[in-house]
Nanobody, 125 residues
Framework: QVQLVESGGGLVQAGGSLRLSCTTSGRTFSMYVMGWFRQAPGKEREVVAAITWTGRSTYYPDSVKGRFTISRDTAKNTVYLQMNSLKPEDTAVYYC??????????????????WGQGTQVTVSS
């Protein structure tokens, strides 16, 4: 019922910036939360940013706080992840996800219902 497509990944040098986009389609009118997650080889998937669709609540882990910003354009049904001051350790596949269950722990990937296909972000030293 919901489709998510990420874009904007690529190869950048350390200290550079990227903006990821996630466009949504389908029955999104009751969507509760959108999140960005990343997964590097050999590591578990981790949240890097999340926002309730109302904008009431956001979350960033310490690893990206101050460098990454999540936002959404409700008119376009799109969420963005602005990534600044990128570091090599930010290299991963980045996924957007949508959750329809209310009052979930938005940090937990297991609580999300739909996922995009992912986009590769590579940060060179």
């Amino acid at each position: 019922q919901v489709q998510l497509v990420e874009s904007g990944g690529g190869l950048v040098q350390a200290g550079g910036s990227l903006r990821l986009s996630c466009t949504t389609s389908g029955r999104t009118f009751s969507m509760y939360v959108m999140g960005w997650f990343r997964q590097a080889p050999g590591k578990e998937r981790e949240v890097v940013a999340a926002i309730t669709w109302t904008g009431r609540s956001t979350y960033y882990p310490d690893s990206v706080k101050g460098r990454f910003t999540i936002s959404r354009d409700t008119a376009k049904n799109t969420v963005y992840l602005q990534m600044n001051s990128l570091k090599p350790e930010d290299t991963a596949v980045y996924y957007c996800a949508a959750g329809f269950r209310v009052q979930i722990d938005i940090r937990n990937p297991l609580k999300y219902d739909y996922w995009g296909q992912g986009t590769q972000v590579t940060v060179s030293s």
